[in-house]
């Protein structure tokens, strides 16, 4: 429950990373097959969480 108060900022961008990433696969994608993150749904979603956690990130403050 701490963690979850703590890092509850990253964990929503977490999510939304998720979502955005694998709509992104599913309305604009690879046709050729040739991207190595945008032809799979796996890839997509993997690196839309991280880029999502990544920039929440940014905005949690730092508790002293």
């Known amino acids: 429950m701490i963690l979850l108060k ?3 900022l990253t964990i929503v961008g977490i999510s939304a990373g998720l979502g955005a990433g694998y709509l ?5 994608g ?3 097959g040739t991207c190595p993150i945008t032809s799979n749904p796996v ?3 993997l690196y839309g969480g991280l880029m999502g956690a990544l920039l929440f990130n940014m905005f949690q403050k730092e508790k002293k």
């Open 24 to 28: 992104y696969w599913q309305q604009i």
């Open 30 to 32: 690879c046709i050729s």
């Open 43 to 45: 890839n997509s979603t």
């Open 6 to 8: 703590k890092y509850w």
